[in-house]
T-cell receptor, first 116, second 112 residues
Framework: AQKITQTQPGMFVQEKEAVTLDCTYD???????LFWYKQPSSGEMIFLIY??????QNATEGRYSLNFQKARKSANLVISASQLGDSAMYFC?????????????FGSGTQLTVLP | EAQVTQNPRYLITVTGKKLTVTCSQN?????MSWYRQDPGLGLRQIYY???????DKGDVPEGYKVSRKEKRNFPLILESPSPNQTSLYFC???????????FGDGTRLSIL
C-alpha cells in the first residue's frame, strides 16, 4: 500500500501568491514524523519542515508552513509569497518510529513552477 | 562545514564490474541511509544504519551491500551492477532516527 501520496505531479503558481502542495499518508503507527524536502534542478535535497505526530501546533519555518490534519492523515505544505527560486520538485516523506523498520518513505513528488 | 560527502558524483560503467560509492559525514550522526531516485518513483530507501555495525534493509536492497565499520562512513557496494541499477543515488544522515536528514549531493550512476 502506498504510504505517502502526492496527487499533484505538477503545479503552477504566480509569483508572490501562496500555494499548497498536497500530501496524504497512511500509517497505523501512533508515532511518526512528517518531512518536506525541496529538490531544485541542481539536484540536491533540502530539508524544509518537520511535523511530529504528537505536535499540537502546525509547524512553520519562515515562508513554509505545514497544514497538519491528523484525522484526515494529511500534511500539506503551504508556501506563502512564492518566489521564482521556489521552482523545484517537492517531496513529502514519513518516518514511522516503531513500524516499517523506521525507514523514511517518500512520495513521488510535486514539480512546482513559479511564474513571473 | 557540516556535510555529507559522496563520491563519485558521476560514474558510467559496465554490467558486472564491481563498484563502490563512498559516503562520509562529519556531523557525528548515528543514523545513515542510502536512497535511489528514479523518475516518477520519488526516493526509495536501499539500506539504512542505526549505528556502527548495525545495518538493515530498506525497500529496495536487492543487488546492493553496505557496511558501517565507522560512524562517519557508510559505503554502498554494487557487487555485480546491472542496467536496472542506473539511477541517482543519495546518501543521508541524521543525528537520530526521527531527525531531519542531511543529504549528500547525489551520485549519478549509469550501468551499460
Amino acid at each position: 500500500a502506498q504510504k505517502i501520496t502526492q496527487t499533484q505531479p505538477g503545479m503552477f503558481v504566480q509569483e508572490k501568491e501562496a500555494v499548497t502542495l498536497d500530501c496524504t499518508y497512511d500509517t497505523s503507527d501512533p508515532s511518526y514524523g512528517l518531512f518536506w524536502y525541496k529538490q531544485p534542478s541542481s539536484g540536491e535535497m533540502i530539508f524544509l519542515i518537520y511535523q511530529g505526530s504528537y505536535d499540537q501546533q502546525n509547524a512553520t519555518e519562515g515562508r513554509y508552513s505545514l497544514n497538519f490534519q491528523k484525522a484526515r492523515k494529511s500534511a500539506n505544505l503551504v508556501i506563502s509569497a512564492s518566489q521564482l527560486g521556489d521552482s523545484a520538485m517537492y517531496f513529502c516523506a514519513m518516518r514511522e518510529l516503531y513500524g516499517s523498520a523506521r525507514q523514511l518513505t517518500f512520495g513521488s513528488g510535486t514539480q512546482l513552477t513559479v511564474l513571473p | 562545514e557540516a556535510q555529507v560527502t559522496q563520491n563519485p558524483r558521476y560514474l558510467i560503467t559496465v554490467t558486472g564490474k564491481k563498484l563502490t560509492v563512498t559516503c562520509s559525514q562529519n556531523m557525528n550522526h548515528e543514523y545513515m541511509s542510502w536512497y535511489r531516485q528514479d523518475p516518477g518513483l520519488g526516493l526509495r530507501q536501499i539500506y539504512y544504519s542505526m549505528n556502527v555495525e548495525v545495518t538493515d534493509k530498506g525497500d529496495v536492497p536487492e543487488g546492493y551491500k553496505v557496511s558501517r565499520k565507522e560512524k562517519r562512513n557508510f559505503p554502498l557496494i554494487l557487487e555485480s551492477p546491472s542496467p536496472n541499477q542506473t539511477s541517482l543515488y543519495f546518501c543521508a544522515s541524521s543525528r537520530e532516527v526521527n531527525q531531519p536528514q542531511h543529504f549528500g549531493d547525489g551520485t549519478r550512476l549509469s550501468i551499460l
